[in-house]
């Protein structure tokens, strides 16, 4: 009889391993290119008021087409997490208006860190569980008493970046079921806020001035670790009520 080759007995581990990891590599593949391209750049300001004419003309004689861009973009830049979701943002309230800017970015949002949470979930969610330490395991426990409530709460707190709020949820074994909803409504008033600058925009182009961004983001930071607090109160209740009983 024949030896088994080697290489063909190693074949099958490496199947599921490739399977994992393939998704998160084309995800890092898209980001090195986004930056290789300087697609980070081309969303700004500036960018905006250059361009504003050629995107209000393409809007108003191809609504659902634009609409379909914008959604594609905005899926491709928070899946691949690319810099510019502000700029997004503002832009489909310059472009669709409050109403229909907000609940296009929420969607392209939503849809965007739904992919990359199961891609991470498959890629470092299991791997990482199995081999997770004390710290982990105590930190996935409380996470698995209230996954919605700590989900938005890091949706609410201004200081966790987007990415680390999509992947977190992935590696502490977070189901789909509560990490959609949670997304959406955890990121509803930042994007509120942000496409109400965009609808104003046309009158700040008019007036050849710029959006103060970083004053109109301070006086959100109250208000926004008021919304983490709130959606912590379950957890804490919950604890102090185990405390009393115990």
Do not use: C
């Not at 004689?61 to 861009?69: F, G, T």
């Not at 509560?178 to 990121?187: D, F, R, V």
């Amino acid at each position: 009889m024949a030896a088994e080759d080697p290489a063909d007995a190693q074949t099958p581990r490496r199947s599921p391993r490739l399977k994992r990891y393939a998704p998160l590599l084309v995800l890092a593949a898209v980001l090195v290119a986004a930056y290789a391209l300087g697609l980070h750049r081309q969303l700004s300001f500036e960018a905006l008021a250059q361009h504003r004419q050629t995107m209000t003309d393409f809007v108003a004689a191809y609504p659902v087409a634009a609409v379909a861009a914008f959604l594609a973009t905005y899926i491709l830049f928070t899946a691949a997490m690319i810099p510019g979701a502000l700029w997004l943002t503002i832009g489909g309230g310059f472009l669709f208006g409050l109403a229909g800017g907000a609940v296009a970015t929420v969607v392209g949002a939503t849809t965007g860190a739904t992919l990359l949470f199961l891609v991470a979930r498959s890629a470092l969610g299991e791997p990482l569980r199995r081999r997770a330490g004390p710290f982990l395991k105590r930190l996935e426990s409380g996470f698995q008493e209230n996954p919605f409530s700590y989900m938005l709460t890091l949706r609410f707190l201004p200081v966790v970046p987007f990415p680390v709020a999509n992947i977190a949820p992935a590696v502490l074994g977070a189901q789909l079921w509560h990490y959609i909803p949670a997304t959406a409504l955890g990121i509803l008033p930042g994007v509120i806020a942000y496409t109400w600058i965009g609808s104003g925009l046309g009158a700040v182009f008019a007036a050849g001035e710029e959006p103060n961004l970083a004053g109109f983001a301070r006086q959100l930071l109250p208000a926004f670790f008021a919304l983490a607090a709130v959606s912590l109160a379950p957890v804490l209740i919950k604890r102090l009520r185990s405390k009393k009983s115990a």
